[in-house]
């Protein structure tokens, strides 16, 4: 052979031996970095162990598309990073780390939500794309290996099988999404979860059908309610308003606590009597009690899936309190603190008979917590242009000027004249804000009362969960377990909130639904019956259930009365596709 040719050969072999261990040395590099990134988000064994076996998991998946190691692993890094950074988006605006369902429930509404918030995310995600193209086209060609897809798929039924046993061994604590870390294993655990509620229950709890309350109707493929008479309209009733009072409750019921003179004036009703609501959340979720009080239904009977239950139920629940007063005549308008696409909620409020969904972008502001005097002027608005129609009015209205944190002062110089009562000066400054709440609320039903002399006003409203300090107000000192016991358990005293009824010119003609103590899925048929609006088929069935269970609906007879009522709105056509 001649020398050229012979330097020519070595110098080939030469590259390509650089080019070989370059490539492996690529492929390390790419797991090493993508270990590193779970040592920074994971935290313990149990979550690191399960977050590499999900490494593994997305890994293998690629695989077998795609049989090169290096540019699996490139893609898998890119996957593992885009979904600790989308975890920790969701978690600064929902303080709730990513889960199984955000992906399992796509919706427009999911996406123009984070794009009104993060305006840039396009642009972002273009230049991403832009330069990953070119980077994984090189890490394609310096790929040294090939995998098989058999043992790609063996590996993937392996983590696959060792993932769901650590997740059903070990169950996520209720805590756990909320801490901020350990977002691809909780992410995992989660997936196993929803699996497995899916498989075993499906989205809703509900009897079988051939089980329903009136098995004659169903063979005959009749609907289980009776159809409803025609409400007529030419009656005269008063305007309907409902307001979420955000994070809301009398703070007497924690040991200790020091209010104002008169503080509990406020939780009272027309005639004198405290009323106690019990909401299916505590210290966060708003639109669990949103689907409650606009629904009448549960959102306990979608279980562990329940976080999404406005998601869930958009465009497929056309039952609820706003229906049944359409049927009346009233035109239904909904006052929202936020983008109207958060968790599917304007979709899920028109389903509900919602006419007139207005956000924050319709109210004019970019800000979503703001004092609640502009959210009673929004209200007033709305009932000064309804005017010349002469129709009566339902409105839902949500105040924010009591939402966390409470460990800064809001707007101080709302209320001059406020003397501290000698608490913490967290609880303080939640018992202030309460003020201004009662003192913004004075004034609107002033205005009314002013305004509109001769017209009727029926006003319910109540506290949609407690705020997060109430866990450490109530029981000072408890150990974290025991409270997620409690909470797992739905132990009252940390979902009781109130709410109260006021009549303006008007004085209610039934308060004998109104107990003492109630579900909040039971407050449509308290402000119907309190505005002397006749009951439709489904709320007069759910009024038996009310009366017959003394205000319990989910917990009633281990759940079984809410099944019994869901698998009569499915067979009614009024829950669709659950």
């Not at 139920?313 to 049944?324: D, E, F, H, I, S």
């Not at 002062?409 to 501290?420: F, G, I, K």
């Not at 997060?468 to 029981?475: G, V």
């Not at 407050?523 to 009024?543: H, T, W």
Request: proline share 7%; with cysteine; aromatic share 12%.
């Amino acid at each position: 052979m001649p020398a050229s040719v012979a330097s020519e050969t070595g110098s080939t072999g030469a590259a390509r031996g650089v080019r070989f261990h370059a490539g492996v040395g690529m492929v390390v590099a790419l797991h090493l970095a993508a270990l590193a990134v779970l040592l920074s988000w994971e935290y313990g064994p149990f979550a690191i162990t399960l977050s590499v076996l999900a490494w593994l998991f997305i890994n293998c998946l690629f695989l077998l598309v795609l049989p090169r190691p290096g540019v699996s692993a490139a893609l898998a890094l890119v996957l593992v990073v885009l979904l600790i950074v989308m975890s920790r988006f969701k978690f600064d605006i929902l303080q709730l780390s990513l889960t199984f369902l955000d992906f399992l429930i796509i919706d427009r509404d999911t996406f123009s939500f984070m794009l009104s918030v993060f305006p840039r995310l396009w642009t972002q995600l273009t230049v991403a794309l832009v330069v990953a193209v070119p980077v994984l086209w090189l890490v394609w060609r310096a790929d040294p290996f090939r995998i098989g897809r058999r043992l790609s798929l063996a590996v993937l039924v392996a983590t696959t099988l060792s993932m769901s046993v650590m997740s059903v061994a070990a169950p996520e604590e209720p805590w756990e999404p909320f801490q901020g870390v350990n977002h691809i294993s909780n992410l995992a655990r989660s997936g196993v979860v929803a699996v497995s509620r899916l498989t075993s229950t499906g989205w809703i709890e509900a009897d079988p059908a051939e089980s329903g309350l009136t098995p004659r109707a169903h063979a005959a493929g009749r609907p289980a309610l009776p159809p409803g008479e025609d409400c007529d309209t030419s009656v005269k009733r008063p305007h309907i308003i409902m307001l979420l009072d955000e994070s809301s409750f009398d703070v007497t019921a924690a040991p200790g606590v020091k209010v104002p003179e008169g503080y509990t004036d406020f939780f009272k009703s027309i005639d004198g009597i405290q009323r106690t609501m019990i909401a299916e959340a505590t210290g966060g979720p708003t639109w669990y009690t949103e689907f409650n009080v606009l629904s009448g239904m549960s959102a306990r009977s979608f279980g562990d899936l329940k976080f999404y239950v406005t998601r869930i139920t958009a465009g497929r629940v056309a039952r609820g309190l706003p229906q049944a007063l359409k049927r009346c005549g009233y035109k239904t308008f909904s006052l929202y603190p936020t983008y109207g696409n958060f968790l599917g909620a304007r979709a899920f409020q028109k389903g509900t008979g919602v006419g007139h969904f207005m956000d924050m972008a319709d109210m004019g502001t970019s800000e979503d917590m703001l004092p609640d005097k502009f959210y009673f002027d929004q209200a007033l608005k709305v009932f000064a242009g309804q005017q010349p129609s002469q129709s009566p009015i339902f409105m839902f209205v949500y105040l924010t000027a009591n939402h966390f944190p409470w460990t800064s002062v809001y707007r101080p110089d709302l209320t001059p004249d406020w003397t501290p009562p000698g608490n913490t000066a967290e609880i303080d400054e939640y018992i202030r804000r309460q003020r201004m709440t009662a003192k913004d609320y004075s004034d609107f039903t002033a205005r009314l009362a002013r305004d509109y002399p001769d017209q009727s006003f029926m006003v319910l409203r109540f506290g949609d969960h407690q705020p997060a300090i109430s866990q450490k107000m109530l029981e000072p000192g408890i150990d974290r377990k025991v409270l997620a016991q409690r909470l797992m358990a739905a132990d009252p005293r940390y979902f009781s909130t109130y709410y109260a009824l006021d009549g303006i010119n008007f004085s209610p003609p039934d308060l004998s639904s109104a107990l003492e103590t109630l579900d909040a899925a039971y407050l449509p048929i308290v402000i119907q019956d309190a505005a002397g609006v006749p009951l439709d088929p489904s709320f007069a069935e759910q009024k038996k259930i009310m009366l017959r269970c003394k205000g319990l609906f989910y917990a009633c007879r281990g759940g079984a009365e809410a099944r019994r009522f869901n698998r009569m709105l499915i067979d009614a056509g009024l829950v669709r596709g659950l």
